[in-house]
T-cell receptor
Framework: QKEVEQDPGPLSVPEGAIVSLNCTYS??????FMWYRQYSRKGPELLMY????GNKEDGRFTAQVDKSSKYISLFIRDSQPSDSATYLC???????????FGAGTRLTVKP | DAGVTQSPTHLIKTRGQQVTLRCSPK?????VSWYQQALGQGPQFIFQ???????QRGNFPDRFSGHQFPNYSSELNVNALLLGDSALYLC????????????FGSGTRLTVV
């Protein structure tokens, strides 16, 4: 079993849809959780960074962490074609610089 | 404000050769991490440099080595290249006290033939 599991998709939705992206993890020491967006031929771009369980909202993006279930989610409201990219979850434990990434979910938002 | 700059963007090498990749961190950042991203996979941590020292290392062999210079820029060296070393090599910079909000460069695509 991988330490971080992420459904690779691909996921295709119509413009304006709500998108739900998820990751599960097995290491209970993970405390810091990130979501990155990666466009083709580019490096990952940090979208959301959370520490505790609960929700964090930033514009159209909401990150959710459930440490009891070892489950994190990223919701995208009013999805746009420009949101088409690969979304990577990442996480690590306290004072640990070795971030563990999921394999990424490829999202396409169709006009 | 320039972000993280990596060079070269693409590179083709032969098995057994050595390669050096370069990274200039985002202005104001003092910490550099290197990641390897195979096709269709998430990035894997190679090592992190802070104050010109390797602070932490991932599960990579000694063929992978690095350096950080006084201006915070960094190099990744890979010796005795294998076909399996073909990947996108990403540099990420951060501020040591800034937590895990890394800024990534666009990467160097290395192909080993």
């Amino acid at each position: 079993q991988k330490e971080v599991e992420q459904d690779p998709g691909p996921l295709s939705v119509p413009e304006g849809a709500i998108v739900s992206l998820n990751c599960t993890y097995s290491n209970s020491a993970f405390q810091y959780f990130m979501w990155y967006r990666q466009y083709s031929r580019k490096g990952p771009e940090l979208l959301m960074y959370t520490y505790s369980s609960g929700n964090k909202e930033d514009g159209r993006f909401t990150a959710q962490v459930d440490k009891s279930s070892k489950y994190i989610s990223l919701f995208i409201r009013d999805s746009q074609p420009s949101d088409s990219a690969t979304y990577l979850c990442a996480m690590t434990s306290y004072n640990n610089n070795d971030m563990r990434f999921g394999a990424g979910t490829r999202l396409t938002v169709k006009p | 404000d320039a972000g993280v700059t990596q060079s070269p963007t693409h590179l083709i090498k032969t098995r057994g050769q050595q390669v050096t990749l370069r990274c200039s961190p985002k202005s104001g950042h003092d910490t550099v991490s290197w990641y390897q991203q195979a096709l269709g996979q998430g990035p894997q941590f190679i090592f992190q440099y802070y104050e010109e020292e390797e602070r932490q290392r991932g599960n990579f062999p000694d063929r992978f080595s690095g350096h950080q210079f006084p201006n915070y820029s960094s190099e990744l060296n890979v010796n005795a290249l294998l076909l399996g070393d073909s990947a996108l090599y990403l540099c990420a910079s951060s501020l040591d006290i800034g937590g895990y909000g890394y800024t990534f460069g666009s990467g160097t695509r290395l192909t080993v033939v």
